[in-house]
């Protein structure tokens, strides 16, 4: 947790995610660094302190950025929030000594250590009976299809156009195809991996998010993904309750529990039709990209950070992402989200600070006029 009297919080990575960690830790009242990518919308924010704004997009250059942050205001410790998972993965290169030096806690470097090994958290997740069944992508047993195929690490700078998350093969014909196109980009089989397909569109998709300590939650929020675009990336969420809201978040703080974990964590989750119990698809050890709702959720949410527990709205809320979520009824897996009944909550915008929400339109403008 953070003490706004002496941190120097700097947010590494300012996408939305990032973008709204910002806003949270500056209604606290102490100054906010940020490091970004070129082009993040959370660049344009005006919650940080003007000097400790920089670009990075190497390791090299994001500990060198650190070090000028740090050194505008020397009289304060620096405390890293990472909301990216591309710096998460170039930060992890470094030793804990030097994360600790950054204000990282110990237990934190060893959750986000454990969480970015895909066969010790596989392992974890298997113990806990959250996870379905995994091979390696080149020996996947003839029942084993249809199966999803997806990264067996976060890498920094992935870019594929075959398989830009996820893929579904129904047969070894189709994974052979697939495996041959990543070959033809430079990846092996060993770069992926294989899991078991679990049926249903995005009705049956979950996600629970919330802000731990030690394992404890203070803040969360179970929603349906009701849309994504691409398939693995929402872009409309609902807040979601009864039987399958309960097992999800169940799943999501026995993971919690299990790793002593503190900070911000999304556990994604799929309905088993057939027994009504949730697997666990990914775990993200950071914000997340539809983490705006929780301000919406909880009014005070930024209490969070000094390990207070917020108190929650009545009404259930609606988020979406815009300009992605108008292109979303091209993902055949997406259901209809609810007209009436919720809160609605829109990425990025704050009245309180327009420039990211512009930023946005003006970025999406200049993507649809031909040059």
Same mark, same amino acid.
């Given at each position: 947790? &953070? ?53 990075? #997009?190497?390791?090299? =250059?994001?500990?060198?950025? &650190?070090?000028?942050?740090?050194? #505008?205001?020397?009289?304060?410790? &620096? ?48 113990? +806990? ?19 999803? &195929? ?28 697939? +495996? ?77 529990? =299990? ?45 969070? +950070? ?66």
């Amino acid at each position: 947790m &953070i003490d706004p009297l002496v941190d120097y919080p700097v947010v590494v990575g300012m996408g939305p995610a990032g973008l709204f960690l910002a806003r949270q830790l500056h209604k606290l009242g102490c100054p906010v660094g940020a490091i970004a990518r070129p082009g993040d919308v959370g660049a344009r924010t005006n919650t940080i302190f003007r000097e400790a704004l920089k670009i990075a #997009t190497d390791l090299d =250059e994001v500990c060198a950025a &650190i070090g000028d942050i740090a050194a #505008t205001l020397p009289e304060r410790r &620096i405390r890293l929030y990472v909301a990216s998972d591309q710096y998460l993965t170039l930060l992890l290169q470094l030793d804990d000594s030097r994360l600790r030096s950054f204000g990282l806690a110990q237990g934190e470097i060893d959750s986000f250590r454990h969480i970015n090994d895909k066969t010790a958290m596989d392992d974890t997740l298997s113990a +806990l009976s959250l996870a379905p069944e995994a091979y390696v992508a080149g020996e996947v047993p003839p029942d084993a299809y249809p199966c999803v &195929i997806k990264w067996n690490e976060k890498r920094v700078g992935l870019n594929s156009r075959v398989l830009p998350k996820i893929g579904v093969v129904h047969n070894r014909e189709d994974l052979a195809s697939l +495996l041959s196109k990543l070959s033809c980009e430079g990846f092996s089989s060993n770069d992926v991996i294989a899991q078991r397909y679990i049926p249903g569109n995005n009705a049956f998709q979950y996600s629970f998010g919330g802000c731990y300590s030690s394992g404890n939650l203070l803040a969360g929020i179970c929603v349906n993904q009701v849309h994504q675009y691409p398939q693995g990336i929402s872009s409309c969420v609902v807040e979601a309750d009864g039987v399958e809201a309960a097992r999800v978040e169940e799943a999501a703080r026995s993971v919690a529990s =299990e790793l002593s974990f503190s900070g911000f964590l999304e556990v994604e989750c799929k309905m088993n039709q057939e027994g009504g119990s949730p697997f666990v698809l990914d775990v993200n050890p950071r914000p997340w990209g539809w983490i705006s709702i929780l301000g919406r959720k909880f009014p005070g949410f930024h209490c969070v +950070l000094l390990g207070e527990r917020p108190k929650p709205i009545e009404k259930r809320v609606l988020w979406r992402t815009l300009p992605r979520d108008f292109l979303a009824n091209a993902n055949a897996m997406n259901v209809r989200p609810p007209r009436q009944g919720y809160v609605r909550c829109l990425d990025v915008f704050d009245q309180a600070d327009l420039r990211p929400f512009l930023g946005l339109g003006l970025t999406a403008i200049r993507k649809m006029v031909p040059r």
